[in-house]
């Protein structure tokens, strides 16, 4: 399967954002990926967005099976969520359940006046009712399939494919 | 060699016994993990629903206020339900034994146990006791281990001074009735403090203190000398009148920490104490509420590390 680049996708979400920005706008990126996206598309809107990132790995919904990401990183929001439009960024939407755990961690944060959603990659495959309001690139994949966006040294984004 | 009980086959950490034994690597991943509580803490929402349905018991079998309310905190801040069990006042007085306590508390479906007893290796017995699926973290047994207080002050002194492998730090006070002290030792020798100085009067030092790797000073102006870190410890009232000590005011005068003898530590040398702290018997007021004492973060960054320590637990 031929990948689309990231880096024109992610070109084209921020211009895909940049009519719906209000004047309490705010984005908010997904660790890790999403936080990478999200900081691209910052810049590339004027670099004056305010800009945070979730790390959700306290409220994922499979902490009992799998326990503690051994790696968690402080999420990092310093503006008010409160009445805040946020923009949530994500890399890769699939079964929805990290924006599940990402709208409950905002929530934590206060109560924002609105959520949209915006990924690089809808790969399908939910398992909730979430859809997202702007999108880089669909792609049709099984199950055995898994996109990973990662950033090289150079910080340009890469998409890769594997099978399991 | 037997394997470590605090930890699962594949290294997690199931129970939190005592800081012997952890590796550095370890430790650093508790602290990062805590790293993250604490930005939880600055929040609207101080909550994250990690622990939701598990209950926690703190089991107190000797007087506490700040462990066990930092404890039911960072208990309720993950989400649990707690109990607190003033257990001195309830079963034990009435003959019950501590097994047959904890049986009991697990019969009422515990996921986990915070432990603070007077015998040293009580939290052990319990964790070897307990159903595989409970966890048992040490908030204090004995002379032995405070490892929660370990870890805090290891947070402590990363946030305020980043790297262990340069640090100079002087433990001073009643090394040998002190379960904090020791912890705090296997902690810092863990992390690579390459020069760890216990300061205490000969009849508070524990024989063959040395063996933990530590250098001993009975002055306290020699041992304070160019010190990056000064970390007090409670000089409990009971060890006042006997052999141990001629007085208050005469150890106040020896070995408390005043500004005057501060000024041998390196100028931003910091100051910490695990408390409840003893106003001019261990420490001046001018120090305690002085700019380089770091008192009270040391409390506020304690709920974060046992927020930490739980939800790994639980996650084991």
């Known amino acids: 399967m031929k990948l689309p680049d990231p880096e024109q996708l992610t070109q084209q979400l921020a211009l895909a954002i940049k009519p719906r920005l209000r004047a309490n706008t705010v984005l908010v990126g997904i660790h890790t990926g999403g936080a990478w996206i999200a900081e691209k598309v910052q810049q590339q809107l004027g670099g004056k967005l305010p800009l945070g990132t979730l790390d959700i790995s306290f409220y994922r919904d499979d902490f009992s099976r799998i326990g503690l990401h051994p790696q968690v990183t402080p999420s990092a929001i310093s503006f008010e969520v409160e009445d805040a439009h946020v923009i949530l960024i994500d890399d890769v939407l699939h079964t929805g359940r990290t924006i599940?755990?990402?709208?409950?961690?905002?929530?934590?944060?206060?109560?924002?006046?609105?959520?949209?959603?915006?990924?690089?990659?809808?790969?399908?495959?939910r398992e909730l009712p979430i859809a997202a309001d702007m999108v880089g690139a669909r792609l049709d994949l099984t199950e055995n399939q898994n996109i990973q966006v990662t950033l090289d040294p150079n910080n340009k984004l890469t998409l890769s494919l594997h099978e399991r | 060699m037997t394997p470590n009980p605090q930890l699962t086959d594949t290294g997690a950490l199931r129970h939190l016994l005592t800081i012997e034994g952890l590796s550095a690597k370890l430790i650093h991943s508790i602290l990062d993990t805590a790293e993250s509580f604490v930005s939880v803490g600055e929040r609207e929402v101080k909550k994250v629903p990690l622990l939701r349905g598990k209950s926690i018991f703190n089991l107190f079998f000797e007087a506490?206020?700040?462990?066990?309310?930092?404890f039911e905190i960072a208990a309720k801040r993950l989400s649990a339900d707690v109990v607190n069990l003033n257990v001195s006042a309830s079963s034990q007085s009435k003959g019950e034994t501590l097994l047959d306590t904890v049986d009991n508390l697990s019969a009422m479906g515990a996921d986990m146990f915070v432990v603070r007893h007077a015998q040293s290796g009580a939290a052990h017995f319990i964790a070897r006791h307990v159903a595989p699926?409970?966890?048992?973290?040490?908030?204090?047994?004995?002379?032995?281990?405070?490892?929660?207080?370990?870890?805090?002050?290891?947070?402590?002194?990363r946030r305020f001074k980043k790297d262990f492998t340069q640090l100079r730090v002087a433990v001073v006070g009643d090394v040998m009735h002190s379960r904090v002290a020791r912890s705090e030792i296997h902690a810092l020798t863990t992390l690579g403090v390459?020069?760890?100085?216990?300061?205490?009067p000969r009849t508070l030092l524990p024989k063959g203190v040395e063996s933990l790797g530590v250098h001993v000073f009975n002055d306290m102006q020699a041992g304070l000398k160019d010190v990056d870190v000064v970390m007090m410890l409670r000089l409990q009232n009971e060890r006042m009148s006997g052999t141990f000590l001629p007085?208050?005011?005469?150890?106040?005068?020896?070995?408390?920490?005043t500004a005057d003898k501060l000024k041998l530590a390196k100028p931003d040398a910091i100051v910490m104490h695990p408390g409840p702290m003893n106003r001019g018997v261990e420490i001046d007021s001018s120090v305690a509420d002085g700019g380089q004492a770091v008192i009270l973060p040391q409390v506020t960054f304690g709920i974060a590390v046992r927020m930490a320590v739980m939800s790994m637990l639980a996650g084991a």
Request: aromatic residues 10%; proline residues 4%.
């Open chain 1, 100 to 125: 599940r755990a990402a709208m409950n961690e905002l929530y934590d944060y206060g109560r924002p006046a609105s959520i949209e959603l915006a990924v690089l990659i809808d790969r399908g495959g």
């Open chain 2, 64 to 70: 506490s206020t700040r462990t066990r309310t930092t």
């Open chain 2, 133 to 157: 699926h409970i966890h048992v973290v040490n908030a204090g047994d004995g002379r032995h281990a405070h490892p929660t207080q370990g870890l805090l002050d290891m947070f402590t002194i």
């Open chain 2, 194 to 200: 390459p020069e760890v100085r216990v300061i205490a």
């Open chain 2, 247 to 257: 007085s208050a005011q005469e150890y106040f005068k020896y070995y408390g920490l």
